[in-house]
């Protein structure tokens, strides 16, 4: 007997890029994502995701129209940068700067609106291990400061020449809050040391409410790794742990209270204030922070996460987005940008909206460190890379490259069965508008098509006839750009 076959039509109205690696793929709704890198929806239509480009900064702070872009010394790479805003005497106005740490182990910098092109020496104090930097406030003068694990603290205003302060212990961690500066000792990971509320470099120990001290937290949460402030409170991220110190009170010893216990590790360097709450990532998942509660933001890749170190991974929260630069297990055999290059640290950045809760994925970048440079004039996510990228600032962008290289686009669906396994399906046609240049690949277990679909302005009409009883349906590209609006799939479907 002859089979029967009745029309049936999938519509995507929209491209829904969330990734969903985590559950069954014949689960899926027809248009979210099995796997999703380097695209974003914008209007319904599926388009370039982010991309790099050679950071262009401001040639003057009266003519945005002059820009430049930074001379760089064969000498070293930057590896770290961090913003210094600050109120100049000399100058009489606000202003900020771009500090970095080279990997000749000197600092560097830049005003964000100045003309010159080069990173200027900051000093000839060569660091013996890699710094952390904290803004914070001295008789009224905004500074920066440096510490590490083996350097004592270097001091800079911006109108001076930075200056060490050997009384200082050696910290690997600092924050400043409530007029004073916290941090954690090189020599004792589980002692909190504050300084004196008169004067952030007095670090000698007192009775008085505005004197120095310490906090000591020895119990089974860890190690502590890294200081956070928010709204009212100092908090301590630790291997195993989070806890809080209360600094609203008037006491001159203050308490530590835990607050959260993590069967798994946390990956503390990943704790980014974002808003009213702090972000991070752990072993077995993404959370967020009030201050009060931990939760799990049940994100849907979480198998592209588990079983990969993060201790390189690093955040930045910038125009309403929190950015995560890790490394993913794609687990597929391309290799992609930087995943290339052999001691590739990192591979993928992802883009998670605060407010919408999506987010998109870039791979192959390597990233190791981010800074939100922003104010009324300009607004720019800067990048320092690992690898052959190493020898630049970069600037994010949505132009879907990584320099002048395209990055692979790809949007792969789940299986297609119209809720039956057994069945026959026969993926007639494709009706969508597409823009730009792509891919489209259908597979089933009896074969798999792929069709280059040209450039158009309107409706093309994409014969497929492909059977099976499971279909996957991906699109995919290395062209320039790419638009994809409102695909239809018609099927027939074995009665």
Request: charged share 20%.
């Given at each position: 007997?002859?089979?029967s076959?009745?029309?049936?039509?999938?519509?995507?109205?929209?491209?829904?890029?969330?990734?969903?690696?985590?559950?069954?793929?014949?689960?899926?709704n027809?248009?979210?994502?099995?796997?999703?890198?380097?695209?974003?929806?914008?209007?319904?239509?599926?388009?370039?995701?982010?991309?790099?480009?050679?950071?262009?900064?401001?040639?003057?702070?009266?003519?945005?129209?002059?820009?430049?872009?930074?001379?760089?010394?064969?000498?070293?790479?930057?590896?770290?940068?961090?913003?210094?805003?600050?109120?100049?005497?000399?100058n009489?106005?606000e202003?900020?700067?771009?500090?970095?740490?080279?990997?000749?182990?000197?600092?560097?910098?830049?005003?964000?609106?100045?003309?010159?092109?080069?990173?200027?020496?900051?000093?000839?104090?060569?660091?013996?291990?890699?710094?952390?930097?904290?803004?914070?406030?001295?008789?009224g003068r905004?500074?920066?400061?440096?510490?590490?694990?083996?350097?004592?603290?270097?001091?800079?205003?911006c109108?001076?020449?930075?200056?060490?302060v050997?009384?200082?212990?050696?910290?690997?961690?600092?924050?400043?809050?409530?007029?004073?500066?916290?941090?954690?000792?090189?020599?004792?990971?589980?002692?909190?040391?504050?300084?004196?509320?008169?004067n952030p470099?007095?670090?000698?120990?007192?009775?008085?409410?505005?004197?120095?001290?310490?906090?000591?937290?020895?119990?089974?949460?860890?190690?502590?790794?890294?200081?956070?402030?928010?709204?009212?409170?100092?908090?301590?991220?630790?291997?195993?742990?989070?806890?809080?110190?209360?600094?609203f009170?008037?006491?001159?010893?203050?308490?530590?209270?835990?607050?959260?216990?993590?069967?798994?590790?946390?990956?503390?360097?990943?704790?980014?204030?974002?808003?009213?709450?702090?972000?991070?990532?752990?072993?077995?998942?993404?959370y967020?922070?009030?201050?009060?509660?931990?939760?799990?933001?049940?994100?849907?890749?979480?198998?592209?996460?588990?079983?990969?170190?993060?201790?390189?991974?690093?955040?930045?929260?910038?125009?309403?987005?929190?950015?995560?630069?890790?490394?993913?297990?794609f687990?597929?055999?391309?290799?992609?940008?930087a995943?290339?290059?052999?001691?590739?640290?990192?591979?993928?950045?992802i883009?998670?909206?605060?407010?919408?809760?999506?987010?998109?994925?870039?791979?192959?970048?390597?990233?190791?460190?981010?800074?939100?440079?922003?104010?009324?004039?300009?607004?720019?996510?800067?990048?320092?890379?690992?690898g052959?990228?190493?020898?630049?600032?970069?600037?994010?962008?949505?132009?879907?490259?990584?320099?002048?290289?395209?990055l692979?686009?790809?949007?792969?669906?789940?299986?297609?069965?119209?809720?039956?396994?057994?069945?026959?399906?026969?993926?007639?046609?494709?009706?969508?508008?597409?823009?730009?240049?792509?891919?489209?690949?259908?597979?089933?277990?009896?074969?798999?098509?792929?069709?280059?679909?040209?450039?158009?302005?309107?409706?093309?009409?994409?014969?497929?006839?492909l059977?099976?009883?499971?279909?996957?349906?991906?699109?995919?590209?290395?062209?320039?750009?790419?638009?994809?609006?409102?695909?239809?799939?018609?099927?027939?479907?074995?009665?």
């Amino acid at each position: 007997m002859a089979k029967s076959y009745k029309i049936q039509r999938i519509s995507f109205s929209n491209f829904l890029c969330d990734m969903n690696v985590d559950d069954d793929e014949y689960s899926l709704n027809a248009n979210s994502a099995r796997l999703c890198y380097n695209t974003k929806t914008d209007g319904g239509a599926l388009i370039n995701g982010n991309g790099f480009e050679e950071l262009i900064l401001p040639a003057s702070r009266v003519f945005q129209i002059l820009t430049r872009k930074l001379n760089y010394s064969p000498d070293y790479i930057v590896k770290k940068i961090w913003r210094y805003a600050y109120y100049s005497e000399d100058n009489e106005r606000e202003d900020y700067m771009i500090v970095a740490f080279g990997s000749d182990y000197k600092l560097y910098y830049s005003n964000m609106f100045a003309g010159y092109k080069e990173l200027k020496p900051l000093s000839d104090y060569v660091f013996e291990t890699e710094p952390t930097a904290m803004s914070f406030r001295i008789d009224g003068r905004d500074v920066i400061g440096f510490v590490s694990p083996d350097d004592p603290m270097l001091v800079w205003y911006c109108d001076d020449y930075p200056y060490q302060v050997s009384t200082t212990p050696k910290f690997m961690s600092l924050c400043y809050h409530n007029n004073r500066l916290f941090a954690i000792e090189k020599d004792n990971s589980n002692l909190v040391r504050y300084s004196s509320k008169r004067n952030p470099l007095d670090w000698t120990a007192t009775i008085l409410e505005t004197g120095a001290g310490s906090v000591e937290l020895n119990d089974y949460k860890g190690k502590l790794r890294n200081l956070i402030s928010l709204a009212d409170n100092l908090y301590i991220f630790r291997d195993f742990g989070i806890s809080r110190i209360s600094t609203f009170t008037s006491k001159s010893n203050y308490n530590a209270v835990n607050i959260y216990s993590s069967s798994c590790k946390i990956y503390c360097s990943t704790a980014c204030v974002c808003g009213s709450s702090v972000y991070f990532l752990a072993e077995d998942g993404r959370y967020y922070f009030d201050g009060y509660n931990v939760y799990n933001t049940n994100i849907k890749f979480m198998s592209l996460i588990k079983n990969v170190n993060q201790d390189n991974a690093n955040t930045c929260y910038h125009n309403g987005n929190l950015y995560i630069a890790c490394k993913l297990n794609f687990n597929d055999n391309n290799l992609i940008g930087a995943e290339n290059e052999e001691e590739c640290i990192n591979n993928a950045l992802i883009e998670y909206n605060i407010s919408t809760k999506t987010y998109n994925i870039t791979r192959g970048v390597d990233i190791s460190c981010m800074l939100s440079a922003k104010d009324l004039f300009m607004s720019k996510l800067i990048i320092c890379m690992n690898g052959e990228k190493s020898t630049k600032l970069w600037q994010l962008t949505n132009n879907g490259k990584l320099d002048t290289q395209n990055l692979p686009k790809l949007w792969q669906g789940g299986k297609i069965n119209f809720e039956t396994f057994d069945k026959e399906k026969i993926l007639k046609e494709i009706n969508l508008i597409c823009r730009k240049p792509c891919y489209i690949t259908i597979t089933s277990e009896c074969g798999t098509k792929t069709i280059l679909i040209s450039a158009k302005n309107e409706i093309q009409r994409i014969r497929v006839n492909l059977k099976g009883k499971n279909i996957a349906i991906q699109f995919s590209s290395d062209f320039d750009d790419l638009y994809i609006l409102s695909p239809q799939f018609v099927f027939n479907v074995e009665n």
